[in-house]
């Protein structure tokens, strides 16, 4: 089977483990790993995983099937960023969602779901690897189950909700409230791409928390 990995930044955490993914492949399947829409070459299945650009039709129409993962519980948390807002809410454990990619944003029909549980002190890089492990997982659904899986449509009973496009600014820090009311704020940052910050006597400080591993030593 001819597999196409678009991911549009290799500077994507989750860009590693996806390179991994691709050389364990290369014995049964021929599986590319590109960053731009432009190098979509067509095969059989195309895998959007932290793809910012627009796939439009006629780039799906290059392949048989054209999926994308979601970490909500569609149709509810469309949109951007899903897992991040959904901590920020307060949640502990992310549905991860693999569904046929449409025109419309995170519409399309479900292949397959998988729960992730995450700890309400796991910091961004445990966080990472609790979703990326249930990428990998329904990324593997989908290549063995790509003849003979039947996607079912999501629930139109559902009012469907929508996340925002997170900002820098989503990352800032008010040096006026505690810790613990920011706590969760300051484990879902990437302290590489968006840092944590906060503005006092007019300057501006990044901010970044790590968990002391002889805490009980």
Not at 17 to 46: F, K, P, T, Y
Not at 78 to 89: D, M, V
Not at 127 to 139: C, G, P, T, V
């Amino acid at each position: 089977m001819k597999i196409t990995v678009l991911c549009s930044s290799s500077q994507h955490p989750i860009f590693p483990r996806l390179a991994a993914w691709q050389n364990a492949m290369a014995d049964q399947h021929e599986v590319e790993l590109v960053n731009r829409r432009a190098d979509l070459s067509g095969g059989d299945l195309l895998l959007l995983i932290s793809a910012s650009e627009i796939i439009a039709s006629d780039d799906r129409a290059k392949y048989r099937k054209s999926l994308v993962i979601h970490a909500s519980d569609l149709p509810q948390g469309r949109g951007w960023s899903p897992h991040i807002w959904q901590i920020l809410e307060g949640r502990t454990r992310i549905v991860v969602t693999l569904l046929e990619a449409q025109d419309r944003v995170d519409s399309g029909d479900i292949w397959h779901q998988v729960h992730c549980d995450i700890p309400d002190y796991a910091l961004f890089d445990e966080i990472n690897d609790s979703i990326f492990d249930a990428e990998l997982e329904l990324m593997d659904f989908a290549v063995d189950n790509f003849e003979t899986v039947v996607p079912r449509a999501q629930d139109t009973s559902i009012e469907p909700s929508y996340y925002p496009r997170r900002t820098p600014s989503d990352s800032q820090i008010d040096p006026h409230r505690t810790i613990a009311e920011q706590f969760d704020l300051l484990r879902v940052t990437d302290p590489i791409r968006f840092p944590a910050f906060f503005e006092y006597r007019n300057h501006t400080y990044k901010i970044q928390i790590v968990r002391d591993d002889d805490e009980h030593n």
